[in-house]
């Protein structure tokens, strides 16, 4: 039956008895010290017999009243109710127990009187007050841990069901934007069939080692810069091979970073989006910078292109969103996304600042 019981509670309820025992034995010392009362009986008969008695004859009634308290939980009566449920019980709880004190004080040699059944009702009823507040302090405690337990597990659940919640929205970003680059892709492959056909077959073959990339990848949200870095530089690969010499892109991460989590494919619509806004007529050869370094606690990517300034109507479009939206789902408001025009509107930087963290190793 302990085992059952909340070892916690038992704790708390032992913590109560323990104060209502240290206070009822320093009444008693100030009472025969004094002069006032117990003076038929021995010191230590009045601080070690009668507590150990009262120990005992307690314990049993401390669970008695766990287990009746939770069963009158489980069946969810009404506050009337369950006033007057535990009222009676208490009055029943009350006269047996003092029954069983003084039964336990007679065997003890403690009583000097007759033990008839007239002065067990006697001391019952003289117990029977007492014994009322203590019942009811303790229901009070066991209703209000319980309660406070239900709360705690509501919270939990209302937080669990809440990272749900959010994985189901960033894989349902993370499938919005497979398909939106994936377009793109096979659409840059088609323009280079008529053109070379030998390079359009190794940009496919390139592009189906990238595609198994992402579907072995689709249900991570965090990934190591590393892994992160390998598709990305896959990505590159596609994207060299359509413009030649025409781009070209350097990565320059921090060293010991290759453990640090990013959210993965997070920075292939920035630089698509680098790679499609930044070649203009006056831009026909694109430099990226992507950097990758650690401040604080804080983890800085920054891309960097020397193309086409953004246009003072410039909107975001499905990749930029979908981006924005799994970094707010992902961090909440701990994160930093902007995109702006260099100094002398000499290209774009786009950067994106989240929190710092590694992979467990």
Not at 31 to 38: D, F, I, T
């Amino acid at each position: 039956m302990i085992r059952e019981i909340d070892k916690k509670l038992i704790r708390i309820l032992l913590s109560f008895y323990s104060v209502y025992f240290l206070i009822n034995i320093l009444q008693r010392v100030y009472l025969k010290s004094n002069g006032y009362g117990y003076r038929h009986i021995s010191w230590s008969q009045l601080l070690v017999e009668n507590t150990a008695i009262e120990i005992i004859n307690t314990i049993p009634l401390m669970l008695l009243i766990i287990y009746f308290s939770r069963w009158m939980i489980k069946q969810n009566f009404n506050l009337f109710n369950l006033i007057i449920i535990h009222a009676l019980v208490s009055v029943v709880t009350g006269i047996l127990f003092s029954f069983f004190y003084v039964f336990l004080q007679f065997l003890a040699g403690n009583i000097s009187y007759e033990l008839t059944l007239n002065s067990l009702f006697t001391s019952s009823v003289r117990y029977l007050s007492t014994h009322f507040l203590i019942y009811f302090t303790s229901v009070f405690i066991i209703n209000t841990y319980f309660y406070l337990e239900k709360s705690l597990n509501v919270e939990i659940q209302k937080i669990n069901i809440e990272k749900q919640l959010a994985q189901v929205k960033v894989n349902i970003l993370k499938y919005q934007l497979h398909p939106h680059f994936f377009f793109n892709t096979l659409n840059s492959i088609s323009s280079l069939i008529d053109i070379d056909t030998k390079l359009a077959q190794n940009t496919l073959a390139d592009f189906s080692d990238f595609l198994r990339d992402i579907l072995f990848l689709k249900d991570s949200n965090l990934l190591p810069i590393s892994v992160e870095m390998k598709v990305l530089k896959r990505y590159i690969g596609i994207m060299g091979i359509r413009f030649s010499d025409h781009l070209n892109v350097s990565i320059n991460l921090e060293e010991d970073l290759d453990d640090a989590l990013i959210p993965s494919l997070i920075l292939q619509p920035i630089l698509e989006n680098g790679i499609k806004h930044g070649y203009s007529y006056d831009a026909t050869d694109l430099k990226i910078d992507i950097d990758i370094f650690k401040k604080d606690s804080q983890l800085y990517i920054e891309v960097i292109n020397n193309g086409e300034p953004l246009s003072e109507n410039y909107k975001y479009g499905t990749g930029l969103k979908n981006t924005i939206e799994r970094l707010k789902t992902l961090y909440g408001d701990n994160y930093t996304f902007s995109i702006e025009n260099r100094k002398n509107r000499a290209g774009v930087k786009t950067k994106m600042i989240i929190p710092f963290s590694q992979e467990q190793v």
